[in-house]
């Protein structure tokens, strides 16, 4: 079982550049995430999606789009990079909203925007 | 607006004791995350608080006080393996998390 899979590792990208982050769980959760992780500070929410066919925006979703075609993948999608999206991305799954569910992360992409 | 404050870095010696604070103001309160994320990897989950009190799990402990938006982490018989960054999240009335920007936790032999 792998879990929460994401590709690429890392990547450079030229400024106005589209670039798809691609996410992948084995593990049926309902719900999943993109976060940005940038130094010194926390987490920070991009989009969400509850269920299959349904997406939310999060903390910081400008310059950002998702779509949740099914339960598996949840790709993320910039349209026209800029340095400031230069950032660590996480994808997460869970279960559901509530309870005690945890969030399951990917190993992140890093990207790099010049 | 949402808060979540913790320190930045805390040192501490191996085989020793180490409480990480995390206060926070958020809209509504969900529940309170702790993760471990090693550099360059992924956040892993440690522990979960909903009601106060203290949640034992081995070596490590979570603390929460609703009243006072407070939580703390507590690692015992701290080993260099415990040398990470630790993330305090809380799920909001929108149930989504809002993190703080975690604490480096260096561990001295």
């Known amino acids: 079982i792998a879990g929460i899979t994401q590709a690429p590792t890392s990547q450079i990208l030229a400024a106005g550049r589209r670039m798809t982050l691609r996410c992948t769980q084995d593990?049926?959760?309902?719900?999943m995430y993109w976060y940005r992780q940038d130094l010194g500070l926390g987490l920070r929410l991009i989009h969400y999606?509850?269920?299959?066919?349904?997406?939310g925006k999060g903390e910081v979703p400008d310059g950002y789009s998702v779509s949740r075609a099914n339960t598996d993948d949840f790709p993320l999608t910039l349209a026209s990079a800029v340095p400031s999206q230069t950032s660590v991305y996480f994808c997460?799954?869970?279960?559901?909203?509530?309870?005690?569910?945890?969030?399951?992360f990917g190993p992140g992409t890093r990207l790099t925007v010049l | 607006g949402q808060n979540i404050d913790q320190p930045t870095e805390m040192t501490a010696t191996e085989g020793a004791i180490v409480q990480i604070n995390c206060t926070y103001q958020t809209s509504g309160f969900n529940g309170l995350f702790w993760y471990q994320q090693h550099a360059g990897e992924a956040p892993t989950f440690l522990s979960y608080n909903v009601l106060d009190g203290l949640e034992e799990k081995g070596r490590f402990s979570s603390f929460l006080s609703r009243s006072k938006g407070y939580s703390y982490l507590l690692l015992k018989e701290l080993q260099m393996k415990d040398s990470a960054s630790y993330l305090c999240a809380v799920r909001d009335s929108n149930y989504q998390l809002i993190w703080g920007a975690g604490t480096k936790l260096i561990i001295k032999p």
């Open positions: 997460a799954s869970s279960d559901s909203l509530a309870g005690a569910d945890t969030q399951y």
């Open positions: 999606s509850n269920t299959a066919g349904t997406t």
């Open positions: 593990m049926r959760h309902n719900a």
